[in-house]
């Protein structure tokens, strides 16, 4: 057993699951079955960096508040640190930690030149004026002025943050150097440089994933019910391209509760009704208003979790009664959920792979950028699908030929190729 690498405890996630002792877990789990050296693995444990700045911010009404800013900085092995920025009131160390090390092993499973990074702010993005947040992501971004960069680290958007904060870090980012830098982040505002299709990858890149395991199983996305927990940049993705693919979207929530519909919900009406009432679905005509809870455990073929960590845990995952579980989320499930789950026979498509369409198109966007070469909507999706459903069968072979479940094998697949390369590159001291 390796030591873990210890990191600074500040507040717990949300069901008290450490989600870095999580990641490690399964980290130590696939340098089991891939026969990893010891000192590899102590290397694959630790991030590479830790950096936390302080924020400090006049509100609007006058007050200071000094709030903390994390950026932690897995691995470059691979190529340039790559993840997303959290604004959530549970950002911890320990989870912007663990949600690094997911990036690592989820870009080396799709093959694409980049290491693992993430970054987050401990506050509710709606407790702020929009004036509140820029000031907040602007200093964010200058404290952080060092640590990234087009070939060092490139921030993304995640939960709580859109091409605005994007827009906003790109544009300080530039300020600071001198000369406009567009590749330092992805997931910004077409006009400045961001890829046509970025904003729907990852709900695309879901339903991809959903359709390929669907066909496995003999079947196409038509009349097949889904549930999705979250409606955000992700969830609302999915539910309108599975909509579009004929499947029937029972349910969907958000932080404030959800809706359920035995018939299916009208998916482009409840957008049009989010978009008027500052993204609430409460209180949507055409719907039964649910719990998040119930919704987890409504029966359905595909149950897509796409809000936080830590959803499905040791005590719902009895009752979750969905064939395929399709991880949107970063880490919904905890791991003994995930191992009951496993031992049920139900198909768990994990996160690394399910949700990597968001990170894959961002990709696409760098190298769009790069290049000075903007492709239109068609080819990036075209080429983000080629990725992602050459990614699904290698896992699926992975399984077949290991004989272990689709996670496993997905980290295998990642890790190894993250291993091998640390290897190839001799960085043992
Ligand atoms: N944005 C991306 O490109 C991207 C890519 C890959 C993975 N992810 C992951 O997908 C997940 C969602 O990210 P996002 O970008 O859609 O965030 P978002 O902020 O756009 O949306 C989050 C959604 O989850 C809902 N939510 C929050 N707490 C909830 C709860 N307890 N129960 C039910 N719903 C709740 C919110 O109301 C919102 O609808 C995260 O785990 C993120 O790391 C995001
Ligand atoms: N935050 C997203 C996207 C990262 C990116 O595009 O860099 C993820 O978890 O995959």
Known sequence: MVSMPTLPLEGASPAHICPFDQACSYLEAAAKELRLDQGTLEILSHPRKVVTVSIPVRLDNGDIRVLAGHRVQHSDILGPYKGGTRYHPAVTLREVSALAMLMTWKCALLGIPYGGAKGGIAINPQHYSVGELEKITRRYTSELIKDIGPAVDIPAPDVGTSAREMAWMMDTYSVNVGHAVPGVVTGKPISIGGSRGREMATGRGVMIIVREALADMGRTLEGVKVVIQGFGNVG???AELLYQAGAKILAVSTGAGGLFAADGLDIPALKAYAAENHRSIVGFPQAVAISNAELLTLPCDVLIPAALENQITEENVDQIQAQIV??????????????????????????????????VVSYLEWVQGLSYLFWDEERVNREMEHLMVQAYHQVIKQSQMRQVPLRLAAYTLGVGRVAQALSDRGLYP
């Open 236 to 238: 609302g993705a999915a």
């Open 326 to 359: 399709a991880e949107a989320a970063n880490g919904p499930v905890t791991l003994e959920a995930n191992r009951v789950l496993e031992g049920r026979g139900v198909t768990v498509l994990p996160d690394i792979l399910a949700n990597a369409g968001g990170v």
